[in-house]
């Protein structure tokens, strides 16, 4: 999904390029490349996966069930992900 943002601001970026000659055009030119820029750093030391809303709730209830059974003990690295899990779950407006 973001791959293909990026990629439309790219051709968009070309696209106004071409028309530079206006100065509206110059100032979305600009507007996307700061915007491409901006995608690229907050996205430089990320790995980004999609997951539907659903798959998102049955896995939070996996690792809670995983916590219940195993304890606290050692899973940091699954309460991070849980956190993540949940921030990205509850982050999304429908």
């Known amino acids: 999904m973001l791959s293909d943002y990026r990629n439309w601001l790219v ?3 070309k696209l106004l390029g071409n028309a530079s000659h206006h100065a509206y055009s110059f ?3 600009n507007m996307a490349k700061r915007a491409i820029e901006r995608l690229d ?3 430089a030391d990320k790995a980004l996966v999609e997951l539907p809303r659903e798959r998102i709730a ?3 209830a996996a690792l809670e069930a995983l916590r219940d059974r ?5 899973t940091a690295p699954l309460q991070d992900l849980r956190e993540a899990l ?3 779950f509850h982050g999304v407006t429908s």
Do not use: I, P
């Open 70 to 74: 195993v304890g606290s003990e050692g």
């Open 58 to 60: 049955s896995m939070l």
């Open 86 to 88: 949940q921030t990205a």
């Open 41 to 43: 750093a907050e996205t």
């Open 27 to 29: 100032g979305q030119a």
């Open 11 to 13: 051709s968009e970026l």
